[in-house]
Every structure is written in structure tokens, then in C-alpha cells.
């Protein structure tokens, strides 16, 4: 009978775990569904937005728009750049690049979105500390210009003590102070000075920067390129030999991350030009340029065009499969080559 009992016993506590290994892979497959579609959800990128309305609010939330309902120069550009960092922290998900949590810690295609965005942001906030706030090289800089931008160059791997988003979110606030100057009558008045020789300077840093971003999306596609470091001046001389070409591909594991990369820039861009088109209206008009800054901003608009393929392509330039990279190259390189073309006019007399 001993025997007996215990052979019973014995199937009893098999059936048991094997309910209890059903409800943990029960548990298990729910969890990540739902982390998946909490991911999808994170990764949808925000949509654009109205650069003078989203101004004027901020101006008439502070009390400062006049009754002419006009925003003081240099409102537009600042307040932009301040709605860019904002919608860095506030969309669904937040920052998700210092994220050490499912499913962020999994995500990779919006972080390097997020990294697009910031990079024009950290630029922008340079440019208004740098030249935009400062009417001569000898001038000195805006008190709350010169901590918000060290502020948005802060690690954005940085989680906790402190975390990333505390120190974007304290720059924007020193933008916001500054802002909040821009429209004061007191003593201590900021300034934002359009004119042609800033707006050039910080054209020269957007040249670069899609220049080198065109460049990694045509390495989707292996190819060999000349060495150009050195072309134009024979007595240019580099620290070290690099040879007469180079072979570029970029990893297989990167080529999305490029790709949204780019998105992020150009969407950051997107809004920055139209900001610009307002405060540099005149500087634009005197030059014959404000058709130039249109056409770019067209170009730009083109890279955020809704992507139908559930991944990014990456097909040979002339195979059966789309190359996605190679098509946002053609993109970012028209908008480059209108932007050289803007800083000409910009930069004649």
C-alpha cells in the first residue's frame, strides 16, 4: 500500500510543476508581447510642429506677446530649439537612450533618432551662445546661454546621479530664462543679432555634419574612394599617411542606426530653417536667398516620408531589394548642396 501511495504522490507532483511551468511560459509570452508593443509604440516618431504657433504660445503663457501679436527677433529660433530638447524628454517613452529597462534597453533605431535631434540641438545651442546672442568677438557672453549649452553636451548614456534627462532638462530651463530676457525691457536685456555673417557660421557646422552623414548612408553599399584629405593645396600636410584610397562599408549592424540617425537630423533641421525663414526674413530677402532656405527645407521634408518596409533595406544600388540608405543619402546631399549654395549668397556683398 506504501508503494502504492507514493507512485500516486509521485504523478501528483509531476502534474503540478508541469501547471506550474505552463503558467511561467504563460506569464513569460504575455510579459513580452507586451513589452513589444510598448516598444513599437516608443519607436513612432513624434510629429512635426508649427514653429511661430508653438512660439507664440510660449510668449503668451509668459505674458510677453504685444499687442501687434509679433514676436521680437531671435524668439522663433530660441524657443525652437527649446521645443526641440522638450519633445527629446516628453515624447512616449522620454529619453530612451540612457534607458537600462525593457523594452528601451532593447531599442536601438530611436535612440539614434534621439542622437540626430540632440546634435542639431547641441549645435544650435552653440551657435546662440556663440554668435547669435553676441554682437562683436570682443562682446561677452549671455549668462544663461553659456550654462544651457554645456548643459545639452552632457553623456547621454548617463542614467542616474545625475541622469541624462535632469541636465537637458536644466538647460532648457536657463533657454527658457534666456528666452523670458529676449522679451524683457529691463536692464539686463538679452540680444539675438540676425544677421548674415552668424547665420553662415552656423550654415558652415549643418554643411558638415550632413556632408558626413551622406557619406556613412552611401557606406551602405561597399566602395572604395579616393583619398581627397589633401586636394586643393600642395603644401597640405596631414599627421599621418592615410593612402591614396580608401575601402568604406559600413557594419551591417549600423546601417538602421545611420538611417535614423539621419531622420532625426533632418527632422531637428526642419523646424531650425523655419524658424530661421522667420527671424532672418530680411537678412534672406537683401540677400535673394529665402527661395535657397525653402528649397532646402523641401529637400528635408522628403527624408521623413512615411517608411512602408518593416525594416530597413539594404539592397545593392541597382538589385532587386530598395536600399533606403542610399535613397536618404540622395536626400541629405541635395539639401547639402543648396545649403553651399545659400552660404554663397549669404557670404557676397
Given at each position: 500500500?506504501?508503494w502504492?501511495?507514493?507512485?500516486?504522490?509521485?504523478?501528483k507532483?509531476?502534474?503540478?510543476?508541469?501547471?506550474?511551468?505552463k503558467?511561467?511560459?504563460?506569464v513569460?509570452?504575455v510579459?513580452?508581447?507586451?513589452?513589444?508593443?510598448?516598444g513599437?509604440?516608443?519607436s513612432?516618431?513624434?510629429?512635426?510642429?508649427?514653429?511661430?504657433a508653438?512660439?507664440?504660445e510660449?510668449?503668451?503663457?509668459?505674458?510677453?506677446?504685444?499687442?501687434?501679436?509679433?514676436?521680437?527677433?531671435?524668439?522663433?529660433?530660441?524657443?525652437?530649439?527649446?521645443?526641440?530638447?522638450?519633445t527629446l524628454l516628453?515624447?512616449?517613452?522620454?529619453?530612451?537612450?540612457?534607458?537600462?529597462?525593457?523594452?528601451?534597453?532593447?531599442?536601438d533605431?530611436?535612440p539614434?533618432w534621439?542622437?540626430?535631434?540632440?546634435?542639431?540641438s547641441?549645435d544650435l545651442?552653440?551657435?546662440?551662445?556663440?554668435?547669435?546672442?553676441?554682437?562683436?568677438?570682443?562682446?561677452?557672453e549671455?549668462?544663461n546661454l553659456?550654462?544651457a549649452?554645456?548643459?545639452?553636451?552632457?553623456?547621454t548614456r548617463?542614467?542616474?546621479?545625475p541622469?541624462?534627462?535632469?541636465e537637458?532638462?536644466?538647460?532648457?530651463?536657463?533657454?527658457m530664462?534666456?528666452?523670458?530676457?529676449?522679451n524683457?525691457?529691463?536692464?539686463d536685456?538679452?540680444q539675438f543679432?540676425a544677421?548674415a555673417?552668424?547665420?553662415?557660421?552656423?550654415l558652415?557646422?549643418?554643411?558638415?555634419?550632413?556632408?558626413?552623414?551622406?557619406?556613412?548612408?552611401?557606406a551602405?553599399?561597399?566602395?572604395v574612394r579616393?583619398?581627397t584629405?589633401?586636394?586643393?593645396?600642395?603644401?597640405?600636410?596631414?599627421?599621418?599617411?592615410?593612402?591614396?584610397y580608401?575601402y568604406?562599408?559600413?557594419?551591417?549592424?549600423?546601417?538602421?542606426?545611420?538611417?535614423?540617425?539621419?531622420?532625426?537630423?533632418?527632422?531637428?533641421l526642419?523646424?531650425?530653417?523655419r524658424a530661421?525663414?522667420?527671424?532672418?526674413?530680411?537678412?534672406l530677402q537683401?540677400?535673394?536667398?529665402?527661395?535657397?532656405?525653402?528649397?532646402?527645407?523641401?529637400?528635408?521634408?522628403?527624408?521623413?516620408?512615411?517608411?512602408?518596409?518593416?525594416?530597413?533595406?539594404n539592397?545593392?544600388?541597382?538589385?532587386?531589394?530598395a536600399?533606403?540608405?542610399?535613397?536618404?543619402?540622395?536626400?541629405?546631399?541635395r539639401?547639402?548642396a543648396?545649403?553651399?549654395?545659400?552660404?554663397?549668397?549669404?557670404?557676397?556683398?
Open positions: 500500500m506504501s502504492l501511495t507514493n507512485k500516486f504522490a509521485s504523478i507532483e509531476g502534474i503540478d510543476l508541469s501547471g506550474l511551468w503558467g511561467i511560459v504563460a513569460i509570452a510579459l513580452v508581447i507586451l513589452l513589444s508593443v510598448l513599437m509604440y516608443w513612432s516618431e513624434p510629429d512635426q510642429f508649427d514653429v511661430v508653438t512660439a507664440k510660449k510668449a503668451e503663457q509668459q505674458g510677453y506677446l504685444n499687442n501687434s501679436k509679433k514676436l521680437v527677433v531671435g524668439y522663433t529660433t530660441a524657443s525652437t530649439l527649446h521645443t526641440l530638447v522638450g516628453d515624447k512616449p517613452g522620454g529619453f530612451i537612450t540612457n534607458d537600462v529597462t525593457p523594452p528601451g534597453v532593447f531599442m533605431n530611436m539614434a534621439e542622437f540626430g535631434v540632440l546634435v542639431q547641441r545651442a552653440r551657435a546662440l551662445r556663440k554668435e547669435f546672442s553676441r554682437s562683436q568677438s570682443q562682446s561677452t549671455d549668462v553659456k550654462i549649452e554645456p548643459q545639452f553636451n552632457f553623456d548617463s542614467w542616474a546621479l541622469s541624462s534627462e535632469s537637458y532638462r536644466r538647460g532648457n530651463q536657463e533657454l530664462n534666456y528666452l523670458d530676457r529676449l524683457s525691457t529691463a536692464s536685456k538679452a543679432y544677421r555673417d552668424n547665420l553662415s557660421d552656423w558652415s557646422d549643418v554643411n558638415t555634419r550632413l556632408g558626413s552623414l551622406s557619406q556613412r548612408l552611401a551602405s553599399v561597399a566602395n579616393e583619398n584629405d589633401l586636394a586643393g593645396e600642395t603644401s597640405a600636410r596631414q599627421s599621418s599617411n592615410s593612402g591614396d580608401q568604406v562599408k559600413t557594419p551591417w549592424s549600423k546601417i538602421d542606426d545611420v538611417f535614423y540617425e539621419a531622420r532625426g537630423t533632418s527632422w531637428a526642419i523646424h531650425i530653417l530661421v525663414e522667420v527671424d532672418f526674413v530680411f537678412t537683401d540677400k535673394n536667398a529665402l527661395v535657397s532656405l525653402r528649397q532646402i527645407i523641401r529637400e528635408l521634408e522628403a527624408t521623413q516620408t512615411a517608411i512602408w518596409s518593416p525594416m530597413i533595406l539592397g545593392s544600388g541597382f538589385g532587386m531589394l536600399n533606403h540608405s542610399l535613397v536618404m543619402a540622395s536626400y541629405i546631399s539639401a547639402n543648396a545649403i553651399i549654395d545659400l552660404r554663397r549668397l549669404l557670404e557676397q556683398g
